[in-house]
């Protein structure tokens, strides 16, 4: 019923920056918490910064300082802005959402991922 697409990763040097962009779309009345996670090789999911549908934030010791969410309520989407990468940054990044469908269902959903690679 709700579907999450993310975009704009890719392979970029250390220092560099990237966008990623994270789409809902389905039967969605409206979205609560929206959030980025990642998992590196051999490592397990973690948490990498989220925002409430009112925009508060929170963030990860790891990238505060350098990763900046953001949401447009109108379309549905969810951003990360990342700058000053580091090789450390490597990983699969995925969306995840908090969504009250039209019948006011809520629904947990992840995206598909999206492979982030800084090099050194």
């Known amino acids: 019923q709700v579907q999450l697409v993310e975009s704009g990763g890719g392979l970029v040097q250390a220092g560099g920056s990237l966008r990623l962009s994270c789409a809902a779309s389905?039967?969605?009345?409206?979205?609560?918490?929206m959030g980025w996670y990642r998992q590196a090789p051999g490592k397990q999911r973690e948490l990498v910064a989220t925002?409430?549908?009112?925009?508060?934030?929170n963030y990860a010791d790891s990238v505060k300082g350098r990763f900046t969410i953001s949401r447009d309520n109108a379309k549905n989407t969810v951003y990360l802005q990342m700058n000053s990468l580091k090789p450390a940054d490597t990983a699969v990044y995925y969306c995840?959402?908090?969504?009250?469908?039209?019948?006011?269902?809520?629904?947990?959903?992840w995206g598909q991922g999206t492979q982030v690679t800084v090099s050194s």
């Open positions: 389905g039967s969605i009345f409206n979205i609560n918490a």
């Open positions: 995840n959402g908090d969504t009250v469908t039209t019948g006011r269902a809520i629904i947990n959903s």
């Open positions: 925002i409430t549908s009112s925009g508060s934030t």
